[in-house]
C-alpha cells in the first residue's frame, strides 16, 4: 500500500460556541470533537468540567507519551507520502490500496468532526484505525472509531465499499479490535452523538461515572463536587 496524504480541501464558515469551550457551529449545528468521545466514556462530568467550566489542569504522563509517540508515527509517515486529494485516493484505491494517516473528517449534519489515525483504502474496503495504549477495546474507544467511520461514510458519494473500524495498540501492528460498521453499529453511535448533543443544548444532564477507581485516577478530582 503506497503513503497518501491527503489535502484537506473542506472549508465550512465555523464560529465558536459562546459558552461551551471547542465546541464550534458549522452549519448551524453544534458540531464536537469525536475524540470527546472516549471523555465521554470515561466520564461524562470531566466533559463538563474541562469544556463547560474551563477548568485547565496539567497534561498527564501518559497524555505526554501519546503525543510524542503520534507525531513520532506521523513524521515517519510523512517522509514518503505523496499528497493527493480526497477524491482522487477514492477513485485511485479502486484499483490500488493506499495508507492515509491524519485524515479530517466532518459531518456537519450530525455534529462531529475529527482526524483519523489511519486508514487503509483497499479494492474492497476501509479500514479506520484508531491508535491506543494498551489492548483492552474500551466502550469509549470502541465508541469513537465508530464516530470516525460515520463521519468517513458521510463524505462518501455512491462508494459500496464495506468500512471495518479497528483499534491498535500504539507503536505496534496489533489490531486487537476489528469490526464492521454496520447498519447495528451506525445506530448505535448515532444514538450517542445525539445524547451528546442533548448535553450541549441543556436538554440532558452530565452523568459522573460511578467507578471511584476512575475518580481516583482523574486529573479532575479537586475540582469535582462528585468525588
Known amino acids: 500500500m503506497k503513503n497518501k496524504l491527503i489535502k484537506n480541501s473542506i472549508e465550512y464558515t465555523i464560529e465558536k460556541h459562546p459558552k461551551i469551550k471547542g465546541l464550534q457551529i458549522i452549519k448551524g449545528k453544534n458540531n464536537f470533537p ?31 507519551i501519546g503525543t510524542a509517540e503520534h507525531q513520532k508515527l506521523e513524521d515517519k509517515f510523512k517522509e514518503d507520502a505523496v499528497p493527493t486529494t480526497f477524491n482522487e485516493v477514492l477513485e485511485t484505491s479502486k484499483e490500488e490500496a493506499a495508507i492515509s494517516r491524519e ?67 500504539r507503536g505496534t501492528n496489533n489490531l486487537f479490535w476489528i469490526e464492521e460498521f454496520d447498519e447495528d453499529n451506525e445506530n448505535r453511535i448515532n444514538f450517542l452523538i445525539n445524547r451528546m448533543q442533548g448535553l450541549f443544548e441543556g436538554s440532558k444532564p452530565f452523568i459522573p461515572t460511578k467507578n471511584k477507581n476512575k475518580c481516583i485516577k482523574c486529573r479532575f478530582q479537586s475540582y469535582c463536587e462528585h468525588f
Open 103 to 169: 485524515m479530517f473528517v466532518i459531518a456537519p449534519s450530525l455534529g462531529i468532526r475529527g482526524f483519523i489515525d489511519e486508514i487503509w483504502m483497499t479494492p474492497d474496503e476501509f479500514v479506520i484505525i484508531d491508535d491506543k495504549p494498551g489492548r483492552i477495546p474500551y466502550p469509549s474507544t470502541i465508541n469513537q472509531v465508530l464516530a470516525y467511520c460515520l463521519g468517513f461514510k458521510n463524505m462518501l458519494n455512491d462508494d459500496k465499499r464495506k468500512i471495518k473500524g479497528a483499534l491498535r495498540e
Open 34 to 64: 469525536i475524540s470527546w468521545l472516549n471523555q465521554q466514556g470515561y466520564c461524562e462530568y470531566s466533559l463538563y468540567l474541562q469544556y463547560f467550566k474551563g477548568i485547565k489542569t496539567a497534561p498527564t504522563q501518559a497524555m505526554i
